[in-house]
């Protein structure tokens, strides 16, 4: 299916702008991204991209914009293109691997209405606040000693790689039961997964290949299916009551679930569900070390503690985009986006739209209320919303009493990333309490 995004009469965002939205070097700089995205909101809210080696694509700045788009999944679909923005190249590269689809994952981002509901379904229940809650004590055993390991640092650490990367992954995998001794090889493969635009993160292998990022999330792919094949197994002769369970014998129409849903399903909670948690985690300390009221605040008053998750998620932004294509003729904003368009939705962008947040550049844990939309909207909003906030809001509480003060030890770097990422590293100095 080509894409039919015409620029025909439909505004044409300057090249230098449409450049740096797409290219995944502008998010390793907050000021480069985020001064595209106001110039956008400001001029062009929705305006279409022509980059070369991409579909031309609109793309969609503006909170109110980005909200009309994803809560109707009927007229804007996720999957009829590839979800996430990638080159022709590397689509091309999926649809070889695949048979001629650009759809690399049988999972909910790449599900449509009826189908992604009958599959959304079969967890729903599960990520729901009140069952959740129930897992409140064993979350926090983790986060206390996770806590335990960054005092041991004694007073100087990498907040990203010695602390905030691990637990949020040792809280998913415990839930899902996957061995501690095995953790270090998920956070490898999701690293690829989502990392394979940043040099730094690329397997050696296609390292300078044109497509690196389409062969390495496939390479990654296949390791993580090889690994979860084993383990399903595992748990549909031995059912524990865990989400890896859950999902493993689980029936859609009647019959067991097929093998690639259920490793979509896996992959997709595996991956999404922690490095967008770590990423939230460093960019609320982040927030504080740069506008330290916030810090004062919140240690004398722990209540503040679900404000600065809001904040730090709102501030983080850590999925950058999503993909969608309008089924039919329609209207956004004025704009008439035909059938088969392909839109970019901007969640950072949105995140910082004046129009709804007062001095959105400013990380304030009060700011009430938080309208973000860090999570998505509608029927693909995010599953694992209401986990993300419990772990942070149980980390931050172990936290902070055992901390007076800490700063920047040198300067905060983010991945290189136009999808999942956020900071790579943010060198801090602490004063134990
Ligand atoms: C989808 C953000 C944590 C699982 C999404 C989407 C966003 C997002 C923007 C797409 C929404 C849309 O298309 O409208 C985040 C952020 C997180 C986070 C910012 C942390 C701060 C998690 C966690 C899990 C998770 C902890 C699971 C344990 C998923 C899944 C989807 C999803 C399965 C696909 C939902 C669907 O298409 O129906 N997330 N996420 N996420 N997220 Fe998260």
Known sequence: MASATQTTSR??????????????????????IYDAFKWLRENMPLGVAEVEGYDPIWIVTRHADIRTVEKDAKLFH????????????SDAFTREMTGGSVSGLASLTYMDPPVHQQYRMLTANWFLPGKISKLEDQIRELARKSVENFLSFDGECDFVRDFALHYPLRVIMTLFGVPPEDEPKMLKLTQEFFGGHDP??????????????????????????????????KRRAEPRDDLLTLIANSRINGAPIGRDEANGYFVAIATAGHDTTSSSVAGGMHGMIE??????????????????????????????HFMRNATQDTEVSGQAIKAM????????????????????????????PNRHIAFGFGQHMCLGQHLAKLEMRIL????????????????????????VGGYKSLPVRFRKA
């Not at 505004?11 to 480069?32: C, F, G, N, R, W």
């Not at 292998?205 to 979860?228: N, S, T």
């Open 396 to 419: 931050f509480e172990e936290l902070l009493p055992h901390i007076s003060s800490i700063e920047l030890a040198g300067p905060p770097r983010l991945v290189e990333t136009n999808f």
């Open 78 to 89: 996720n999957a009829d293109f590839n979800p996430i923005l990638n080159d022709r190249a």
């Open 291 to 320: 506008f330290p009221q916030n810090f004062e605040k919140v240690k004398a008053d722990p209540s503040l503690i679900p404000g600065l998750v809001d904040e730090a998620i709102r501030w983080t932004s850590p999925v950058k």
């Open 11 to 32: 505004p044409l965002i300057p090249q230098h702008i449409a450049e740096t939205v797409i290219a995944a070097k502008s998010y390793a700089d907050d000021a480069v």
């Open 341 to 368: 368009d392909r839109l970019m939705v901007c969640y950072p962008s949105g995140n910082r739209d004046e129009a709804v947040f007062e001095n959105p550049d400013r990380f304030d844990i009060t700011r009430s």
């Open 200 to 233: 730094e993160e690329q397997r050696e292998e296609v390292k300078e290949d044109p497509v690196a990022a389409a062969k390495m999330w496939a390479a990654a792919l296949e390791d993580f299916f090889q690994y979860f094949d084993v383990l399903a197994e």
